[in-house]
């Protein structure tokens, strides 16, 4: 067999899902192909490479062994709950060394509503080179197994070309997931999904309380991790964050450039609800969601769950800070030294100069010339300086693996998306190349490093799929 599927999601009571299968397209071809993915899923990458292959990864054959389907969820999105939401762009197709394998953009499903189940070529190359960058640079992340051009054109803003993107996930588990069942009070079913995250992600789980737990833990960490790289979601609705922990469903997520608390780009994001600074807030209004969703399960008596479930919460603003904090510290190189002050007077000058987040940390590891290089010499630079260099203590080496060069800029992803878009592919391999080694200077690649010129620079992202 090609494609050595198990199917546990699909063994899950009906409700978890409907049968489904991907729709065909005229005339796919095949963009990228991720060879080390797939050797670690068992795949062999040349198979991919074949007819058959794109048959499978475009949606016109279903592969021998998968059994089709959209997973259903609710979800708060931007603070309203809708109770039903579901793969509508998405089909899974089975379980390969215990990872999901979907395609997103094959079709419509039973919970399409009013989309079209496809997406345009555009997102799906951003959600290739950003979700592969991301774990380039250690962060938990879904990944890219393979990207199809369609053949055919989506109806946007104007006709685009339509992409299919292969998705690899430890799991589509959402905190939107828990919601589709405790909305529906179906408590039966609440509890099948709980014994189902422990057997994907927690095997030592002891019930929902700990799912909660430990949940918390990894959405902890995982946003402390995307503030140390300066990256922001864009749309951190509840049916987008993972029971796993890894970063899910890039949409019109960007890294920043020039450090600004306040950065948002999401064009849909008006309020900057989910922007940079709010990131964290709302991570845990998003996991009070999944506490509350929790509930019945926690204690039989609801005045007694909700205390369990107020003590984890109140965890998690200790968890995320001495995460960032020992990532921070990282940063600037004093690992054994913590120093929150010294490490928000260093970000209040960036902020302060406009200067590139990425561009002034990775120039530390060369010392004061370097950063001088980017950020002006002020009485405040100045006085920063005496402070970290006093410290005599800063790591170069360490500092270079926590700053990368490299990060996947909206100026870069916009050019690449252009380009393909006139069929040409030529820039999305050369950055998807560079972006491997984010933390490697590349020197050839320099100006992949730089922060966009005023011209270049991108304002507004689109969901757009
Ligand atoms: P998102 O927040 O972008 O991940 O998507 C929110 C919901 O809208 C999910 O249930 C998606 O499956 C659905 N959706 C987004 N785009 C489409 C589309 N083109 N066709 C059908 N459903 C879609
Ligand atoms: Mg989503």
Redesign the pocket.
């Given at each position: 067999m090609r494609f050595p599927f198990t199917n546990t999601y699909s063994q899950l009571p009906p409700e978890f899902f409907e049968r489904t299968s991907p729709l065909p397209v005229s005339s796919p071809s095949l963009i990228a192909v991720n060879d080390e993915l797939a050797i670690e899923l068992g795949i062999d990458p040349e198979f991919l490479r074949s007819d058959e292959g794109l048959s499978v990864l475009s949606g016109n054959q279903v592969p021998e062994g998968a059994e089709p389907l959209a997973m259903a969820y609710a979800g708060h999105?931007f603070g309203g709950f809708s109770p039903q939401?579901?793969?509508?762009?998405?089909i899974l197709l089975g379980e390969l060394h215990g990872k999901d394998l979907q395609l997103k953009g094959a079709g419509?499903t039973p919970?399409?509503?009013r989309?079209?189940?496809?997406?345009a070529l555009g997102p799906v190359i951003r959600e290739y080179l950003v979700s592969e960058a991301m774990h380039a640079l250690g962060i938990p992340s879904t990944r890219a197994l393979a990207m199809v051009e369609s053949g055919e054109q989506v109806q946007r803003e104007e006709l685009k070309p339509g992409g299919i993107l292969t998705r690899v996930a430890s799991s589509h588990l959402r905190i939107g997931t828990v919601q589709f069942f405790a909305a529906r009070g179906d408590h039966a079913n609440l509890e099948a999904l709980v014994s189902y995250a422990k057997l994907r992600h927690y095997p030592d789980l002891s019930g929902a309380l700990d799912l909660l737990r430990k949940v918390i833990e990894k959405q902890a960490s995982l946003i402390a991790q995307w503030m140390s790289v300066g990256f922001i979601h864009g749309?951190m609705?509840t049916?987008?964050m993972s029971l796993s922990g890894e970063t899910i469903?890039y949409?019109p997520c960007a890294f920043m450039d020039r450090y600004d608390p306040a950065q948002r780009f999401s064009y849909i994001d008006k309020q900057g609800r989910y922007a940079y600074q709010n990131q964290a807030y709302i991570a845990q209004w998003n996991l009070s969601r999944l506490a509350e969703a929790l509930l019945p399960l926690i204690d039989k008596k609801q005045e007694r769950a909700a205390e369990l479930a107020r003590n984890e919460l109140a965890k998690f603003p200790v968890l995320y800070e001495s995460a960032r904090l020992r990532l921070f510290s990282k940063k600037i190189g004093l690992p054994e030294n913590p120093d929150w002050e010294l490490i928000q007077s260093f970000l209040d000058l960036l902020e302060e100069q406009k200067a590139d987040f990425t561009l002034a940390f990775r120039s530390l590891s060369q010392g004061r010339d370097a950063l001088l290089s980017q950020i002006q010499e002020t009485q405040s630079a100045r006085s920063w300086l005496i402070r970290w260099e006093a410290t005599g203590v800063s790591d170069p080496l360490l500092m270079d693996q926590v700053n990368p060069a490299f990060i996947p800029r909206n100026h870069r992803i916009e050019n690449v998306i252009q380009a393909a878009d006139h069929g040409n592919f030529t820039p999305f391999h050369e950055l998807h190349e560079i972006l491997k080694r984010p933390y490697s200077d590349q020197k050839e690649f320099t100006p992949y490093q730089d922060s966009p010129a005023p011209h270049e620079i991108v304002c507004a992202t689109f969901?757009g799929?």
């Amino acid at each position: 067999m090609r494609f050595p599927f198990t199917n546990t999601y699909s063994q899950l009571p009906p409700e978890f899902f409907e049968r489904t299968s991907p729709l065909p397209v005229s005339s796919p071809s095949l963009i990228a192909v991720n060879d080390e993915l797939a050797i670690e899923l068992g795949i062999d990458p040349e198979f991919l490479r074949s007819d058959e292959g794109l048959s499978v990864l475009s949606g016109n054959q279903v592969p021998e062994g998968a059994e089709p389907l959209a997973m259903a969820y609710a979800g708060h999105q931007f603070g309203g709950f809708s109770p039903q939401l579901g793969d509508g762009r998405a089909i899974l197709l089975g379980e390969l060394h215990g990872k999901d394998l979907q395609l997103k953009g094959a079709g419509r499903t039973p919970y399409s509503r009013r989309g079209d189940g496809r997406s345009a070529l555009g997102p799906v190359i951003r959600e290739y080179l950003v979700s592969e960058a991301m774990h380039a640079l250690g962060i938990p992340s879904t990944r890219a197994l393979a990207m199809v051009e369609s053949g055919e054109q989506v109806q946007r803003e104007e006709l685009k070309p339509g992409g299919i993107l292969t998705r690899v996930a430890s799991s589509h588990l959402r905190i939107g997931t828990v919601q589709f069942f405790a909305a529906r009070g179906d408590h039966a079913n609440l509890e099948a999904l709980v014994s189902y995250a422990k057997l994907r992600h927690y095997p030592d789980l002891s019930g929902a309380l700990d799912l909660l737990r430990k949940v918390i833990e990894k959405q902890a960490s995982l946003i402390a991790q995307w503030m140390s790289v300066g990256f922001i979601h864009g749309v951190m609705n509840t049916d987008n964050m993972s029971l796993s922990g890894e970063t899910i469903d890039y949409g019109p997520c960007a890294f920043m450039d020039r450090y600004d608390p306040a950065q948002r780009f999401s064009y849909i994001d008006k309020q900057g609800r989910y922007a940079y600074q709010n990131q964290a807030y709302i991570a845990q209004w998003n996991l009070s969601r999944l506490a509350e969703a929790l509930l019945p399960l926690i204690d039989k008596k609801q005045e007694r769950a909700a205390e369990l479930a107020r003590n984890e919460l109140a965890k998690f603003p200790v968890l995320y800070e001495s995460a960032r904090l020992r990532l921070f510290s990282k940063k600037i190189g004093l690992p054994e030294n913590p120093d929150w002050e010294l490490i928000q007077s260093f970000l209040d000058l960036l902020e302060e100069q406009k200067a590139d987040f990425t561009l002034a940390f990775r120039s530390l590891s060369q010392g004061r010339d370097a950063l001088l290089s980017q950020i002006q010499e002020t009485q405040s630079a100045r006085s920063w300086l005496i402070r970290w260099e006093a410290t005599g203590v800063s790591d170069p080496l360490l500092m270079d693996q926590v700053n990368p060069a490299f990060i996947p800029r909206n100026h870069r992803i916009e050019n690449v998306i252009q380009a393909a878009d006139h069929g040409n592919f030529t820039p999305f391999h050369e950055l998807h190349e560079i972006l491997k080694r984010p933390y490697s200077d590349q020197k050839e690649f320099t100006p992949y490093q730089d922060s966009p010129a005023p011209h270049e620079i991108v304002c507004a992202t689109f969901c757009g799929t």
